[in-house]
């Protein structure tokens, strides 16, 4: 009986021992699984660390490049804006002047049709004198105030300057009146020309800083930066421009 019973606890021991081994050998093998796992999962999370933290910094020197932008849209805004200003006040400047110059041609040609009727009213006069009858003549020539105004021959004269010189004067004048007349037209056409260039000018910066706002908002919703997450800090807009 003694020898039965040492046999089945020894048996009983050997597959004990085989139990206990085989659990162990699993646990291990367990454990080594779980640690290739672990090692696995940490090489992962630094991969996706290491990806987070470039692209911040991308996000971050777009941020940057964004702002730097930004701040030559605004200057080359205020410039176009100054350059803007500087134009019209000098197509204002130009347009009083063209004002002047138009009141100043419309009196020349007032006073050269002045002159002109004048002149028409002398040789009126002359003709007029030449055709009087003789009867007419001699009552004229009797009073002293007429008498020095029409001469023995007839024709209408000025006591002073003499008709030809009167003529030549009017000639002159004339002459110096048409000079300036086509003058001033010329200096009329340039100033309107210059009025033209100035309001093409000022059409053209308008367009630009048209351009300039619409590409400056544009840009501004394209490069909006995100969040992004790390496992030390947050990455938003206000921290980068701080």
């Not at 002047?100 to 007032?110: D, F, G, L, R």
């Not at 002459?175 to 033209?196: F, G, I």
Request: include cysteine.
């Amino acid at each position: 009986v003694c020898v039965v019973v040492y046999f089945l606890d020894g048996k009983c021991t050997c597959y004990e021992n085989r139990r206990l081994q085989e659990a162990s050998m699993r646990l291990e093998q367990e454990n080594d699984d779980l640690a290739h796992e672990l090692v696995t999962s940490k090489i992962a999370l630094r991969t996706d660390l290491d990806q987070a933290e470039d692209k911040a910094d991308v996000l971050n020197k777009e941020l940057l490049c964004t702002k730097q932008r930004l701040v030559e849209t605004e200057e080359e805004k205020r410039r176009q804006a100054e350059e803007t200003a500087q134009i019209k006040e000098v197509f204002r400047r130009e347009l009083e002047k063209a004002e002047s110059e138009i009141k100043k041609t419309t009196a020349i040609i007032t006073e050269y049709k002045q002159v002109g009727s004048r002149d028409i009213r002398l040789t009126w006069y002359m003709c007029v004198s030449l055709s009087l009858p003789a009867s007419l003549q001699s009552k004229v020539m009797a009073c002293e105030r007429c008498r020095e105004v029409f001469s023995k021959e007839g024709p209408l004269q000025m006591p002073a300057p003499s008709r030809d010189n009167r003529d030549s004067e009017l000639d002159e004048e004339k002459d110096s009146l048409k000079s300036q007349l086509r003058e001033l037209e010329l200096e009329l056409a340039q100033t309107k020309l210059q009025l033209v260039e100035a309001k093409c000018k000022i059409q053209k910066h308008t367009h630009r800083i048209i351009c300039l706002n619409t590409h400056t908002q544009m840009h501004a919703r394209t490069h909006t930066p995100t969040k992004t997450h790390t496992n030390t800090h947050t990455l938003t807009p206000c921290s980068i421009m701080k």
